[in-house]
């Protein structure tokens, strides 16, 4: 349950009143907690407890950038939450027990984070001023402070833009902070980024960070749309409330625009519609992309006068809020509602109320939003490291008013799923305390699952809903279960990541600055490829190359390992050698992986994977190849 460690949140600050951060059954503040509790507005010490050990604000870099007279929107200076995104996440990852949680009766039940019984300390970085958000002097800061203060595991929920900056550039304030805190053995966890489906837009790849992308679970919340020839459709919604219109008009945005001329009213963006032809009628938009999400388009219709909305997206990115009842629904429902709309004399639907369904769902699936590799600044390195539950999600949030002591909301992204691993992280540490960040990490990838409930692998949600490859999800879904008893693990020391630093190019000036320490770049050839990461990602693969790796026995003192080995299409690969015999002397053993294409053509990436088992371990490392320009037998 996490006793006795401590969680750092890096976000947008905590609602302390929330039931999830009461402290009974916390154990005392760990004697070796440096932390405060800062004062500021409409928060004080007594707001810090047990469970809020200690709450710190950074607003200096921010100010700097936006006066606060001309920031504008709903904000405290001071450690409360003026946004909810930082009262969620910090619930999430451990938040303590709470019955009888639900959003207005949906997803009714007990309400946990992943380490109920760790304690946190919230860091407030981010502002919800209408020119809000993150700075990296703010970011920096709060790294410094919560590495002073001692805590054990840091969750950073928020991400950076494209292009990414290098790693030892001031800009790219996640990867600096996060190298302090891995020297100081504290692991970070952060989001992969919400830029998908598109490749090569994932975040926070710094090989010593645990980057996260988002699932599905298996909790729905199926609502029924009833046409007007008597046939039932099924969509989804958190719609509450009261809504007992009964059957309306019926009619699909594009039939009901604005301006003729102008192609917006499909997915109802705002002010697309035609007021005299939308009012008293349930009106069904077409969402192409992920321009226009659900909400906006509830508000255009909310305005133009109607009284529903369906809304049809190739893919399932969450459930939202919206201004009037709505539904969502996948393009092949939309098509056949549309379809009964150009049949019908007068077309009508009712909507009904979502119920909450568990279980019923293939999950997980891989978020349509959640950011793919492979890194555009450094792809040896397989980012994300693994995937956990980021869609639909029902946490802890800021009340609609000051007044409000709690308040839970469902929200989706990469930000979600991030804190479900902090919470798993938290457990591996209060099992094994001495493991590195690096260990940590290996154990979470190695251990991760492939297949989803139904047995079969896991997909993800999008226009094409393909297999998931290691640029979706990295190792796989993270399954706590297994990572506590990895079997195996690889771990990287400080001066692995400088050399990888030093073969990125990077200056000895900066590197020296960023460790804080005299540094020699010793540039080996393979130095990228041979950071011990628990994976192997070899971009351009022309000839013959051969990869090292080492791995710790944390299982069993005398156990057997051999190798299973799945090959990438179109490449031969080697593992030398093909058994590890670890005993009281040899904790730590090398093997040597060879790689050579047989393609006689240049083609994209191709993934297999190597695992090492004794029978009750299986340690597997997710392999990406993609073999460039010269080619086996040309």
């Known amino acids: 349950m996490g006793q006795g460690t401590i969680i750092g949140v890096i976000d947008s600050g905590v609602w302390p009143e929330s039931r999830s951060f009461h402290d009974e059954g916390m154990g005392p503040v760990p004697s070796r907690w440096k932390g405060i509790c800062q004062q500021g507005e409409s928060f004080n010490s007594s707001n810090c407890n047990r469970k809020i050990i200690g709450a710190r604000w950074f607003v200096k870099g921010f100010l700097d950038q936006i006066p606060f007279n001309t920031a504008g929107g709903r904000e405290f200076m001071s450690p ?14 451990a938040g303590n027990f709470v019955e009888k949680v639900s959003y207005k009766g949906l997803a009714a039940g007990l309400a946990r984070g992943g380490a109920p019984l760790a304690h946190l300390a919230i860091y407030k970085v981010c502002w919800n001023f209408e020119d809000g958000g993150c700075t990296d002097a703010d970011l920096l800061k709060a790294f410094d402070k919560a590495i002073h203060d001692g805590v054990d595991i840091l969750s950073v929920s928020i991400g950076n833009n494209i292009p990414l900056f290098s790693y030892v550039d001031m ?104 007021a005299t032809l939308a009012a008293g009628k349930i009106i069904i938009c077409l969402s192409e992309s992920n321009a226009q999400d659900m909400l906006s388009a509830s508000i255009s219709v909310f305005q133009a006068g109607g009284v529903g909305l369906i809304f049809a997206q190739f893919h399932h990115d969450g459930i939202e809020l919206c201004k009037v009842p709505c539904v969502k629904v996948d393009y092949e429902v939309g ?156 771990d990287v020391v400080t001066e692995d990541y400088i050399q990888f630093l030093c073969s990125m190019g990077c200056s000895r000036s900066s590197i020296t600055s960023l460790a804080n320490a005299t540094i020699k770049c010793k540039l080996k050839s393979n130095t990228r490829l041979d950071l011990n990461l628990p994976s192997i990602t070899i971009p351009d693969l022309k000839t013959k190359v051969t990869v090292t790796r080492k791995v710790t026995n944390v299982g069993n003192v005398a156990s057997v390992y051999r190798a299973v080995v799945q090959a990438p299409f179109g490449t031969s690969m080697t593992v030398e050698p093909e058994t590890l015999s670890f005993n009281s002397t040899y904790k730590t053993l090398s093997f040597k992986v060879t790689f050579l294409s047989t393609l006689k053509f240049q083609g ?31």
């Open 80 to 93: 409360r939450d003026g946004e909810g995104h930082g009262s969620h996440t910090a619930s999430t990852a």
């Open 171 to 274: 800009r790219n304030s996640i990867a600096i902070g996060s190298f302090h805190a891995t020297l100081n053995g504290i692991p970070v966890v952060c989001s992969a980024g919400n830029g998908g489906p598109i490749s090569q837009t994932v975040q926070n790849t710094a090989p010593w960070l645990i980057t996260v992308a988002a699932s599905t679970i298996d909790r729905t919340f199926p609502a029924a749309i009833i046409l007007g020839n008597n046939r039932t459709l099924w969509g989804q919604s958190i719609t509450t409330g009261q809504h007992n219109h009964g059957f309306a008009s019926l009619t699909y945005s594009e039939r009901i625009p604005l301006n003729p001329m102008v192609d917006s009213a499909k997915d109802c963006q705002p002010g697309s519609l035609n």
């Open 335 to 490: 098509t056949q509602i549309v379809s009964y709309i150009r049949k019908a004399r007068s077309p009508t639907a009712k909507l009904s109320f979502p119920k909450t369904v568990v279980g019923k769902r293939v999950s997980p699936r891989l978020a349509s939003f959640s950011s793919r590799g492979p890194s555009s600044i450094s792809p040896e390195v397989l980012k994300p490291d693994i995937a956990a539950p980021g869609v639909d999600i029902l946490a802890a949030y800021r009340p609609a008013s000051r007044d409000q002591d709690d308040s839970y909301e469902f929200l989706s992204g990469t930000s979600m799923a991030c804190p479900h691993v902090t919470g798993i992280v938290a457990l591996i540490k209060s099992l094994h305390p001495n493991w590195s960040p690096a260990a940590i990490r290996s154990a979470l990838v190695t251990s991760a699952s492939q297949t989803a409930t139904d047995g079969m692998k896991i997909f993800e949600e999008g226009s094409t809903r393909k297999e998931a490859d290691p640029f979706d999800i990295g190792g796989g879904h993270v399954n706590p279960g297994k990572a506590v008893n990895p079997g195996l693990v690889y």
């Open 604 to 634: 994209d990436y191709r993934f297999g994977s190597l695992a090492w088992t004794d029978g009750e371990h299986f340690v597997r490392s997710p392999i990406s190849v993609r073999a460039m320009e010269a080619y086996a037998g040309v």
